[in-house]
């Protein structure tokens, strides 16, 4: 049974380029989760969403940065018009199910530098 | 709001010694608490949670984690520390679904845990 798969692993951008980052969760999961790692620091949390529906948006920055997470193919993360500011590890988790006790399964993370 | 503190950006241990990586949260609900671990360049592994029942939480990899409730806090330890422990350790805090609304885990900012040989 897969992981959370994520990709690209790397990737690299020019400034005022688009970052577009893919999610697929592990098999039968319906809830992804997009968090931040900004370097020596710790995860944020960006954005919690179902199939076809953006559940909170609390952690994303209100310009540039959208995600979706359609009824089929993997979640995106995707960030427009890129800043040096925007490098940083995005990891995706997914659960089975909503908000529970349970624990989050994460992705091995893309990793974004931007030039 | 809820919140997750790690105190210590690096513990250092020596191989064979205990280990303890602090943690303290504040939530305004019941606590559900995590602990991950994160390798370089690697993605987060969760090792244990509490989230009701037994104050002792036993996890992965030897691991466990004491839940206090008067302090908030939720310590990981480990009686015997190995090499290959070293790695960047997560706390995270949610509150439970019926005390409150916020529905993401909320992370400290990571322990650098070095286990010297």
Known sequence: ?????????????????????????????????????????????????QKE?????????KERFSAEFPKEGPSILRIQQVVRGDSAAYFCASTLGGPSTGELFFGEGSRLTVL | AQSVAQPEDQVNVAEGNPLTVKCTYSVSGNPYLFWYVQYPNRGLQFLLKYITGDNLVKGSYGFEAEFNKSQTSFHLKKPSALVSDSALYFCAVRVGI????ARQLTFGSGTQLTVLP
């Open chain 1, 1 to 49: 049974n897969a992981g959370v798969m994520q990709n690209p692993r790397h990737l690299v951008r020019r400034r005022g380029q688009e970052a577009r980052l893919r999610c697929s969760p592990m098999k039968g999961h319906s809830h992804v989760y997009w968090y931040r790692q900004l370097p020596e620091e710790g995860l944020k949390f960006m954005v919690y969403l």
């Open chain 1, 53 to 61: 529906n953006i559940i909170d948006e609390s952690g994303m920055p």
């Open chain 2, 98 to 101: 019926s005390s409150g609304s």
